[in-house]
Structures are given as C-alpha cells and as structure tokens.
C-alpha cells in the first residue's frame, strides 16, 4: 500500500478541489458531491435519530417511569421510528453509496438525471423540516406505523405535518430510484454487460425497482390520512364508514417492502466487500444477483404478515405466512455463497470485513427469527412485543447499518482519498458487534416473556434484562461514535489513499482516489468479468 | 414531471443541446424516454392506491355507491371527458408539427390543448361547487337525500373528491409545464432533432387522460339504468 505514483508532484484537480465555496456544493450536480451532501445530513438524522433512543433505554432502565411520562414516551418513540426508517435507513445506503458508486463502476460521467438527483437532495430536506417541525411543535404519539382511527381522529400529535413530512420524502425515495433504474439501464460502459456488473449495481437496482413501485403507494396512502384528519373526507375511520384495515394493508404494502429498500443495498456492500477481501469471485454470482430481483418481487406479496391479529382472514393469513417463507429462500441464497466464497479464500480481516462477517451473523439471526414472527401460531403470541422489535432491529441495525458501515469503511478511501486509523476501526467494528448484541438479544427473551413494546413502564421481573439492554445500547453509542471521531480526523491527518488501497477488482477502483469530477479521463471499455482478481496480478497492489 | 421537463429543456443555445455525461444525443433521447415512462409506472402505483380503495369499498357497499353515483352530473362528466379526448389529440398533433418543425403550428396546438385542460378544470371547478351547494363534500354536514345507507354513501364522495382531486391536481401541473412549453416553443427552441421535452410532456398528458377515461365510468355510471343494486 503505497501512496500515488511518484511522477505527480501536486495535487490532482479531483471533484473535490477542482471548485470551492458553499454554492458550488449547494448547487452542484455531480453524482459525487450530492452523495457527499446525503452522507452529512443522514448522518445527522442519524445521530438525532439515536438520541431518541437512548431516551428511551434510560426511561426502560428502571420499571417504573421516572424518567418521561408516558405521553412523552410515545412521542420519543415515534420519532425515533420516523427518523431512523424515513431519514436515516432508507435513503443511507442508496443515497449516499449508491449515489456515488453506481457511475463509478458502470463507467458513466453521472447518473442519467443529474438535476433530478439533486432535486431528490432538496426534496429530502425539505421533508426533513417538516419532520423537525413536528418535533420542535410538540411531537407525534401514533408510532411511525400512523395506525388509523387513532393517527386520524384522535391523536393529539402534530399527525398532518408528520404524514406531509413522510409524503415529501417519499418523492426523493422515488427520484432516486428513477434515477438508478435509468442509469444503470442506459448509462453502461461498452463492453459492461448485465452479468458483468458488480453485484452491489444489481442490489442497487432491485432496491430501485422497489423505490418505484412501493413509495407511492405509501404517499398516496399518507395523502388519504392527511385528508382524512385535515378535512374529514374519510376513507379509514369507521366514523365515516371506512375500514381500518385497508389503512393497514396500503402502509404495509410499501412499508414491509421497504424493509428490503434497506437490506438490499448492504447486501450489495456485503457481496462488494467479501468478495474483494477474499480475493475471489463470489460464489455464485448470478444466484447472488438473481437473490436480490427474487426478493424485491416476493417482497410485494408478503405484507398480509403484518396483520394476522387484524382480522385478516385466517386463510389470508396461511398464504401471507407461506408467502413470507418464500423470502427467506433468496435471503439463504445469499448467506450460503458469503460464506462459501470465504471458504478457502485468503480472508483478510480488514475494518469492512469485520462489519460484513458481523453483518451475516446478525443478518442471519433476524432473517431466521422473522420466520418465527412469520409463522401464524408463534406471531399471534409474540405480536406487539419485544421479539418482534428484536428481530427488526437484527435485521435493519444489525443488518442495514452493518452494511452501511462496511461500506463507509471500505469506500472512504476513495470518497475522501484518505486512509483511517485501523487499529480504532477495527476495534469500534468489534464494539459496535458486542454492543449490538448486548442491546437486542435480551429483547427477544423479554418478548417471549410476554414485554409488550410502546410502554415506558414495566414489571419488575423484567427488569434484569432491560438493565442489560440498556447497558448494550450505551456501549453500541460508544461504539457509533468512535467511527465520527477517527474519520472525521482521517479527513485532516489521514495518510493519501492509493487509487486501489484494498487489491479490489471494480471501475472504481481504476480511477484515482478521489476521482476526478468527470469520473473516468477516458471512457473505460469492460473486456473481463467481474470479480476478475488474475487482472490485478502485478498492477499497484502492495 | 416538471424537473424532469427542465433537466431536458436545458441548455437549448446549440441546435442540438447534448449534456455533457452522455455519449450522443441518442443516449440522451432513450434515457429522457426510458425515465419518463419509469415515471409513469410511478404515477400508476401512486393512483393505484386510490382504486384499490374504491374498489374495496365499492364491492362491500354496491347499493350505496350506485346510488351517491346517480348523484353526480353526467352530462357535464361525458362533455369533459370529449374535452380531455379532444385535448389529447391536439397535443398529439403539436408532438407531430413538432417533429417536422412546424414552429406555428405546434405553438397553435399546444395552446389549444392548455385551452381544452382549462376548459375541463372550469368545469370541474362548477361540479365541485355544485357538491359543496347540495351539501354533498363528505364531512360534518354531508347529506345525501335519496341515497341508500347515507352513511356509506359518504365513502363514495371522498373517493370521488380524492381521485378526481387528485386528477385536477395532475391537470394543473401539467397546465403549468404546458406554459412554459408554449413559450419555449415561441422561442423556437425545439427542432426536428431535439423536441425531447414536448414528446415526454406528450406522454404525460395522455397518461393523465387515461386515468379520467377510467374515473368516469367507475364514478358517474355505476347505476345510469336505475335499476338500483343490492
């Protein structure tokens, strides 16, 4: 790992230096520096996001509530959800290393809409106020699901404003994903066909297929709410001859497929990043790609699986359920090849391959106890309880930010151009697997137990394991923190980072670090497969 | 649909505005092309809400529905759906002057077409008043005189508020493109090689007609022979 090639005595324009000033970010329209706005603001919803959640570990440390009434309770909770689902999982990934990755590695300039990518930015931001309105206003007790009659007729919360805060975010989800799906459609390098595309591309286009056909219908479903609570024109309330139900069929059609809007693109960061440090070619590279379609169209039929306690027809019920099995199918694809492309393979146990190995165990733990909750006798007895925010949690925090993380570490170098502190990465990646675990496997034992969520009180039998929550969720804060501080400082004292610090395969990697605005001096041309390692042999590794 | 117009229409000073991150202005066309009908696919999911809805609700209260239906004004309904028809054909005549260059008359048939969508949001504006007149908008003080089960009758007036709502709201914005269209096209701004922006604008506006073509049956001819359902 040496630095740059010696010839070049100064700096490199690169899409960083080669324009200066607050306009030239605000107003730009290079994939690039976009993706570099989502990462500061996401990273801020992020953090706020986690602030609500230590509000509520304090408030569940002890049973009695001493810390927020319950009112307040309910507010934090719902602002975490909304935060953590609309702000910061669902746009993290795509937006951010999606953003800037997919031109890079199909060897286009930019995304095929660069003013519409931008557009998605505001759109966000804009969505994100309403959001910070809410929580400045007085907050919004309905839990980020807005199950109606109470979100329509009888919160006290600041429920339109939320619901138009969600509906206008819900449009950048969509512009992003229009976005990918063209580009990666019509932007390709000669040469670069389908199946030579790198798989975190083809997770990245499967999330889009779902951004396109999902987060409308969530908007349209929160546009009928806002009418409904605004105006009373009724469609949910039963006051106004409406069905409850239907509210909750139309949220989770987008909101159980939203799931895999978050899942799927670390699974991309995961297949990128085993891959490169096994110095193998995936196992199984087009079930790997063909996994990642398969669960973006199982994904639409399984959302019934959200309402076997709402009076959805038990035989409804047995289809959603065996429908939910289904996914797990393409999910397994997936952990098996990890796995066997690590088998035999020279691991190398750098900071992103450590949160992609953390990502497979918790991965696989959430996938295998979402079977438990999918199956119609277990769900009726563990619905609404910690076992269900356990397997969720495994699957969008032990999961998705995993991924997002394996990610940020493995492409740092080449957003930023600088390398980070080992030695503090690794040790943080293994706070943040213990931390994680500490927090979330006491819940699943607490909900078996019978531990409702949405309460800010409990019994005191349940109390050894809250503690021990509780104790995990500080020490996973500690574990979050710690990457802000060492990356924030790579930017200033970081050593230069080569254009191919890690011996991976990939266009990205072929341009320097950072790259140029334009991305590529000449348009690449693909001769290879991916994951082509023997092409590496005697090029700038070590 | 707007930004997406704008991102196409940029940058017009050269006959044939190529951005930069394309390789030809092919490339471009099929991806304007490819983005806008991806952008349609959207704009079905997000109606597809609504119709799921209506149909939901239609299949449990047929009686109610068919009657709150009779309520409505069918003839101002079947003139504005020849409005819309008529307006989809004058903007497919403006996309053909367009791509044989014929600046005067693609200016003339894009103002018709914006003369025809006022028309039909005139008209919607009058219908809309005459419901708020007879007390007919869902809410505290909805009355339906005649109607079976008044109560379910009141489902059927939000949706027709919220779908033909929603279909205004559409015809509005695209009223609006439609402006900025018309004086790009003054302008001369669009050739035969580079129309991009009125063909995708096309597409748009037969969409939102096709969506009407389907309102119309499901909310003003559900009961038109009277026989009443049950």
Request: charged share 10%.
């Given at each position: 790992?040496?630095?740059?090639?010696?010839?070049?005595?100064?700096?490199?324009?690169?899409?960083?230096?080669?324009?200066?000033?607050?306009?030239?970010?605000?107003?730009?329209?290079?994939?690039?520096?976009?993706?570099?706005?989502?990462?500061?603001?996401?990273?801020?919803?992020?953090?706020?996001?986690?602030?609500?959640?230590?509000?509520?570990?304090?408030?569940?440390?002890?049973?009695?509530?001493?810390?927020?009434?319950?009112?307040?309770?309910?507010?934090?909770?719902?602002?975490?959800?909304?935060?953590?689902?609309?702000?910061?999982?669902?746009?993290?990934?795509?937006?951010?290393?999606?953003?800037?990755?997919?031109?890079?590695?199909?060897?286009?300039?930019?995304?095929?809409?660069?003013?519409?990518?931008?557009?998605?930015?505001?759109?966000?931001?804009?969505?994100?106020?309403?959001?910070?309105?809410?929580?400045?206003?007085?907050?919004?007790?309905?839990?980020?699901?807005?199950?109606?009659?109470?979100?329509?007729?009888?919160?006290?919360?600041?429920?339109?404003?939320?619901?138009?805060?969600?509906?206008?975010?819900?449009?950048?989800?969509?512009?992003?994903?229009?976005?990918?799906?063209?580009?990666?459609?019509?932007?390709?390098?000669?040469?670069?066909?389908?199946?030579?595309?790198?798989?975190?591309?083809?997770?990245?286009?499967?999330?889009?297929?779902?951004?396109?056909?999902?987060?409308?219908?969530?908007?349209?479903?929160?546009?009928?709410?806002?009418?409904?609570?605004?105006?009373?024109?009724?469609?949910?309330?039963?006051?106004?001859?409406?069905?409850?139900?239907?509210?909750?069929?139309?949220?989770?059609?987008?909101?159980?497929?939203?799931?895999?809007?978050?899942?799927?693109?670390?699974?991309?960061?995961?297949?990128?990043?085993?891959?490169?440090?096994?110095?193998?070619?995936?196992?199984?590279?087009?079930?790997?790609?063909?996994?990642?379609?398969?669960?973006?169209?199982?994904?639409?039929?399984?959302?019934?699986?959200?309402?076997?306690?709402?009076?959805?027809?038990?035989?409804?019920?047995?289809?959603?359920?065996?429908?939910?099995?289904?996914?797990?199918?393409?999910?397994?694809?997936?952990?098996?090849?990890?796995?066997?492309?690590?088998?035999?393979?020279?691991?190398?146990?750098?900071?992103?391959?450590?949160?992609?190995?953390?990502?497979?165990?918790?991965?696989?733990?959430?996938?295998?106890?979402?079977?438990?909750?999918?199956?119609?006798?277990?769900?009726?007895?563990?619905?609404?309880?910690?076992?269900?925010?356990?397997?969720?949690?495994?699957?969008?925090?032990?999961?998705?930010?995993?991924?997002?993380?394996?990610?940020?570490?493995?492409?740092?170098?080449?957003?930023?151009?600088?390398?980070?502190?080992?030695?503090?990465?690794?040790?943080?990646?293994?706070?943040?697997?213990?931390?994680?675990?500490?927090?979330?496997?006491?819940?699943?034992?607490?909900?078996?137990?019978?531990?409702?969520?949405?309460?800010?009180?409990?019994?005191?039998?349940?109390?050894?394991?809250?503690?021990?929550?509780?104790?995990?969720?500080?020490?996973?804060?500690?574990?979050?923190?710690?990457?802000?501080?060492?990356?924030?400082?790579?930017?200033?004292?970081?050593?230069?980072?080569?254009?191919?610090?890690?011996?991976?395969?990939?266009?990205?990697?072929?341009?320097?670090?950072?790259?140029?605005?334009?991305?590529?001096?000449?348009?690449?041309?693909?001769?290879?497969?991916?994951?082509?390692?023997?092409?590496?042999?005697?090029?700038?590794?070590? | 649909?707007?930004?997406?117009?704008?991102?196409?229409?940029?940058?017009?000073?050269?006959?044939?505005?190529?951005?930069?991150?394309?390789?030809?202005?092919?490339?471009?066309?099929?991806?304007?092309?490819?983005?806008?009908?991806?952008?349609?696919?959207?704009?079905?999911?997000?109606?597809?809400?609504?119709?799921?809805?209506?149909?939901?609700?239609?299949?449990?209260?047929?009686?109610?529905?068919?009657?709150?239906?009779?309520?409505?004004?069918?003839?101002?309904?079947?003139?504005?759906?020849?409005?819309?028809?008529?307006?989809?054909?004058?903007m497919a005549l403006g996309v053909h002057f367009a791509a044989i260059g014929k600046r005067k008359l693609l200016v003339l048939f894009l103002l018709l077409t914006l003369f025809l969508g006022s028309v039909f949001l005139g008209?919607?504006?009058?219908?809309?008043?005459?419901?708020?007149?007879?007390?007919?908008?869902?809410?505290?003080?909805?009355?339906?005189?005649?109607?079976?089960?008044?109560?379910?009758?009141?489902?059927?007036?939000?949706?027709?508020?919220?779908?033909?709502?929603?279909?205004?709201?559409?015809?509005?914005?695209?009223?609006?493109?439609?402006?900025?269209?018309?004086?790009?096209?003054?302008?001369?701004?669009?050739?035969?090689?580079?129309?991009?922006?009125?063909?995708?604008?096309?597409?748009?506006?037969?969409?939102?007609?096709?969506?009407?073509?389907?309102?119309?049956?499901?909310?003003?001819?559900?009961?038109?022979?009277?026989?009443?359902?049950?």
């Amino acid at each position: 790992m040496t630095t740059a090639p010696p010839l070049i005595a100064e700096k490199p324009k690169n899409y960083l230096n080669s324009q200066v000033g607050l306009k030239s970010w605000l107003l730009t329209e290079d994939h690039k520096r976009i993706a570099i706005l989502y990462l500061i603001v996401v990273t801020a919803f992020f953090f706020l996001g986690g602030f609500f959640a230590v509000l509520i570990r304090l408030e569940l440390a002890t049973p009695a509530g001493d810390l927020l009434d319950s009112n307040t309770y309910n507010k934090v909770f719902t602002m975490h959800g909304i935060l953590m689902v609309f702000f910061f999982l669902i746009p993290s990934i795509p937006a951010v290393l999606g953003n800037f990755l997919i031109p890079l590695m199909i060897g286009a300039k930019d995304l095929a809409f660069p003013r519409i990518n931008l557009l998605s930015w505001y759109i966000y931001i804009l969505g994100g106020l309403f959001t910070l309105y809410v929580l400045l206003a007085g907050g919004v007790d309905t839990g980020w699901t807005f199950y109606t009659p109470f979100s329509s007729s009888y919160s006290n919360g600041y429920v339109i404003m939320a619901g138009l805060g969600i509906f206008i975010n819900g449009f950048s989800s969509i512009l992003t994903g229009l976005n990918f799906v063209v580009t990666i459609h019509r932007m390709r390098a000669p040469g670069l066909t389908w199946f030579r595309l790198p798989l975190f591309v083809w997770s990245h286009y499967a999330t889009g297929a779902i951004m396109i056909l999902g987060t409308p219908v969530i908007a349209v479903t929160l546009f009928l709410l806002v009418l409904e609570r605004g105006l009373h024109i009724g469609f949910f309330d039963p006051a106004y001859g409406g069905d409850p139900v239907l509210f909750q069929h139309l949220f989770w059609f987008y909101s159980h497929p939203a799931v895999y809007i978050m899942i799927l693109p670390s699974m991309g960061v995961v297949s990128e990043v085993i891959s490169t440090f096994c110095s193998k070619k995936p196992f199984g590279y087009t079930f790997i790609a063909f996994s990642s379609i398969a669960i973006a169209v199982f994904g639409f039929l399984v959302w019934g699986h959200h309402l076997f306690v709402s009076s959805q027809s038990v035989y409804a019920g047995m289809v959603f359920s065996i429908l939910s099995y289904i996914v797990a199918i393409p999910s397994a694809i997936k952990v098996f090849n990890w796995t066997a492309t690590m088998y035999k393979g020279s691991v190398r146990l750098t900071t992103p391959m450590l949160y992609a190995m953390g990502f497979i165990g918790l991965f696989t733990i959430g996938g295998l106890t979402g079977l438990f909750v999918a199956s119609l006798g277990i769900d009726v007895h563990v619905t609404d309880t910690y076992f269900v925010i356990a397997h969720f949690h495994y699957v969008m925090v032990g999961g998705a930010i995993m991924g997002y993380l394996a990610g940020i570490h493995f492409w740092w170098p080449k957003i930023t151009g600088k390398m980070y502190s080992e030695g503090w990465s690794k040790v943080s990646a293994i706070i943040v697997f213990a931390g994680f675990n500490l927090t979330f496997f006491p819940q699943f034992l607490l909900g078996y137990m019978g531990m409702p969520r949405r309460y800010h009180v409990y019994p005191p039998e349940f109390q050894v394991l809250n503690v021990l929550s509780s104790a995990g969720a500080s020490i996973l804060g500690v574990g979050y923190l710690i990457p802000f501080c060492y990356l924030l400082w790579s930017l200033k004292y970081g050593p230069d980072a080569p254009p191919n610090p890690w011996g991976a395969t990939g266009l990205e990697w072929q341009t320097s670090s950072p790259p140029p605005t334009q991305n590529f001096d000449i348009t690449p041309v693909v001769t290879t497969e991916a994951y082509d390692y023997s092409s590496l042999e005697g090029v700038n590794v070590g | 649909m707007d930004s997406h117009a704008a991102v196409v229409t940029h940058e017009a000073e050269a006959t044939v505005p190529l951005r930069h991150h394309f390789e030809n202005l092919e490339q471009q066309k099929d991806a304007s092309t490819v983005g806008m009908w991806v952008f349609l696919v959207t704009e079905i999911m997000f109606f597809g809400g609504l119709f799921l809805a209506y149909f939901v609700y239609r299949q449990a209260y047929p009686a109610a529905f068919a009657s709150a239906s009779n309520k409505t004004d069918l003839w101002l309904g079947a003139a504005n759906t020849t409005v819309l028809i008529c307006s989809s054909l004058t903007m497919a005549l403006g996309v053909h002057f367009a791509a044989i260059g014929k600046r005067k008359l693609l200016v003339l048939f894009l103002l018709l077409t914006l003369f025809l969508g006022s028309v039909f949001l005139g008209v919607k504006t009058y219908e809309y008043h005459d419901k708020w007149v007879h007390h007919e908008v869902p809410g505290e003080h909805f009355e339906c005189e005649g109607c079976k089960d008044a109560g379910h009758a009141s489902l059927f007036f939000s949706l027709y508020f919220g779908m033909t709502g929603l279909h205004a709201m559409h015809m509005i914005i695209g009223a609006g493109i439609l402006l900025i269209l018309i004086w790009q096209a003054y302008r001369g701004k669009f050739t035969p090689e580079w129309h991009t922006p009125v063909e995708m604008f096309g597409l748009y506006w037969h969409f939102v007609d096709i969506v009407w073509i389907f309102l119309f049956p499901l909310l003003y001819l559900i009961d038109r022979s009277g026989r009443g359902l049950s």
